[in-house]
T-cell receptor, first 110, second 117 residues
Framework: GEDVEQSLFLSVREGDSSVINCTYT??????LYWYKQEPGAGLQLLTY?????DMKQDQRLTVLLNKKDKHLSLRIADTQTGDSAIYFC??????????FGTGTRLTVIP | GAVVSQHPSWVICKSGTSVKIECRSL??????MFWYRQFPKQSLMLMAT?????????EQGVEKDKFLINHASLTLSTLTVTSAHPEDSSFYIC?????????????FGNGTRLTVT
């Protein structure tokens, strides 16, 4: 089955850039997503990228996709304390479902 | 943007009772909604796909008689945890796709934290 992996923890200083990485195994992935989850809350869609794109930028967020290596990353520029949360990548293969990574807990140090 | 409302946000119930969780799409119609379960410090696990007007599709290992799903309208799906036990304590999250195509991203409710005593 599909396997989506992320590193569990990331700490950065306020104002620095954060890069959260994700790898997946299914080469037929069509869309890849980044979600943010704050404590006790549901998931908030941050951004998504179609599999035929290499990069997508949305304000402080930059998504890079290396389809050959099945590697997805989310860069957050000028990271703020409010960015502290768990970030999930997810991939969709065209079926009506998403497969989530394990989540990366981002801690921003003031 | 598309909003999915989930209610209640938390519930405490006694072992053996049933609990109903509602998931509503507030500004769009959703023929399909999804129910996930999240254990502490873990990722989301898809439990079932809720289809408006038909039976839900359950993932392997999820007891359909335990987790009853009803999708009676295009804006409402409910998950009922029947005869709840402490091991059912978890964070339950629903989602819906605001559009017909796969390119439409899933929008999530804020989740329901269920504690069974």
């Amino acid at each position: 089955g599909e396997d989506v992996e992320q590193s569990l923890f990331l700490s950065v200083r306020e104002g620095d850039s954060s890069v959260i990485n994700c790898t997946y195994t299914d080469s037929s992935s069509t869309y890849l997503y980044w979600y943010k989850q704050e404590p006790g809350a549901g998931l908030q869609l941050l951004t998504y990228i179609f599999s035929n794109m290499d990069m997508k930028q949305d304000q402080r967020l930059t998504v890079l996709l290396n389809k050959k290596d099945k590697h997805l990353s989310l860069r957050i520029a000028d990271t703020q304390t409010g960015d502290s949360a768990i970030y999930f990548c997810a991939e969709s293969t065209g079926a009506n479902n998403l497969f989530f990574g394990t989540g990366t807990r981002l801690t921003v140090i003031p | 943007g598309a909003v999915v409302s989930q209610h209640p946000s938390w519930v405490i119930c006694k072992s053996g009772t049933s609990v109903k969780i509602e998931c509503r799409s507030l500004d769009f119609q959703a023929t399909t909604m999804f129910w996930y379960r999240q254990f502490p410090k873990q990722s989301l696990m898809l439990m079932a796909t809720s289809n408006e007007g038909s039976k839900a599709t359950y993932e392997q290992g999820v007891e359909k008689d335990k987790f009853l799903i009803n999708h009676a309208s295009l804006t409402l799906s409910t998950l009922t945890v029947t005869s709840a036990h402490p091991e059912d304590s978890s964070f339950y999250i629903c989602s819906a796709r605001a559009g017909a195509g796969i390119e439409s991203p899933l929008h999530f409710g804020n989740g329901t934290r269920l504690t069974v005593t």
